[in-house]
């Protein structure tokens, strides 16, 4: 076993990894971050970029509101890194009952002071007028903004070693043990503390987590500079009724500073790789093309496939393995890695430290979970 010299290894150089180790190691503590590829790779490489509140629930929207201020200070003090567009997303009803939703929506942000505004039917097309004409109306949540992961990824990594942490790229970590790792090499290395950020190769290390991969399709236009404004989003995303393979549809167009439009989303259970599948795509295209069908006649350059990692209540967890002393988790984020990338990184330091959190941290401890608490050994 390789002695390290660090306090804690941080496994896992994505969104959620990066900013663990940076904020543990702006804590005093001295991190190691390891991963199998590079920063930004993974998970965040295939994600959207969306710094959304979403507001499911109290809970989320505690940690949502937390990390967007935690982003907006990041963006201030760093501007340039990560193409950061404050572009705002338009939340868009079809019919009433979606009308109904977003304007509660629009009062719930607004109560927490997060700008957001009932909108319309007939101002839409003001707002956006690349939306089609006939919609119900929607809210327009002027906080929100949009980046590129994995730049943001490689500059937390970056500014880890320049505080004097440590970077290990191509390091792929096979097993755990008491006080330690083992790496696909050979290799090993010891640390008092370990924090798993590994998405949906968490479960390969420790089976009882329950983290699985909730799949996803994105395509990627060609450059059509000044044609969408905001992000647009149909209210039915998170929503949408499920297929029967599994498979659930809704609109999420991203503006680019590129000009190009980014295109998702579904979400997808039971798959174990991330090739595309064309039937899904396909739906994925239709559903942006029902809101915005200036895209019909656009040329799609690229698309692909990855893996969101879900866990099985739908919750991240933040914080110590309860059957495993000294393995910290911060995994299960599904599609709001990015958003939520800066508070979960404050609230497992604030554990790791012995501290309050500024939100309630219970619903994100992984003890919740009884499988955790008795954990079957790989």
């Not at 804590?27 to 710094?51: F, N, S």
């Not at 009433?96 to 997060?114: H, K």
């Amino acid at each position: 076993m390789v002695d390290t010299g660090a306090d804690v290894l941080v496994v896992g150089a994505g969104i959620v990894g990066t900013a663990c180790a940076l904020a543990l190691q702006s804590e005093g503590l001295q991190v190691a971050l390891l991963d199998a590829t590079q920063p930004g790779g993974g998970v965040t490489a295939a994600g959207m970029g969306h710094l959304v509140a979403l507001d499911e629930s109290e809970q989320e929207l505690d940690l949502c509101l937390l990390s967007l201020r935690l982003w907006q200070e990041f963006m201030d003090e760093h501007p340039g890194i990560g193409e950061v567009s404050r572009c705002g997303t338009l939340w868009v009803a079809e019919n009433e009952q979606q009308l109904a939703a977003a304007q509660q929506r629009a009062a719930r942000l607004s109560a927490r002071g997060w700008q957001a505004e009932a909108v319309s039917g007939d101002r839409l097309p003001r707002l956006e007028p690349a939306l089609r004409r006939g919609l119900a109306g929607g809210v327009r949540v002027g906080g929100d903004s949009v980046v590129y992961p994995p730049a943001v990824a490689h500059f937390l990594a970056q500014e880890l070693v320049r505080r004097g942490g440590r970077l290990e790229c191509g390091r792929r970590v096979v097993a755990l043990h008491a006080g330690g790792l083992t790496l696909a090499d050979g290799g090993r290395r010891s640390a008092p503390q370990i924090v798993l950020a590994t998405g949906v190769d968490i479960a390969q290390l420790l089976p009882e987590v329950g983290v699985f991969g909730r799949k996803g399709h994105l395509a990627i236009t060609d450059r059509y500079p000044g044609s969408l404004q905001h992000q647009v989003v149909g209210m039915d995303y998170g929503q949408a009724a499920v297929s029967a393979d599994a498979l659930a549809v809704a609109a999420n167009v991203q503006p680019r500073p590129s000009g190009q439009w980014l295109i998702g989303s579904c979400r997808q259970d039971g798959q174990t790789d991330g090739a595309l599948d064309p039937r899904a795509l396909s739906a994925v295209l239709q559903a942006a093309i029902r809101l915005l069908p200036a895209l019909g006649g656009m040329r799609i350059i690229r698309a692909w496939a990855g893996m969101r990692p879900a866990s099985s209540d739908g919750q991240p967890l933040l914080g110590p393995h309860p059957g495993r002393a000294g393995i910290w988790l911060a995994a299960g984020h599904e599609g709001l890695g990015v958003t939520t990338a800066f508070a979960s990184a404050r609230l497992l330091a604030d554990q790791m430290l012995g501290r309050n959190s500024e939100i309630d941290r219970n619903p994100y401890l992984p003890g919740r979970l009884p499988a955790l608490r008795n954990p079957i050994y790989a």
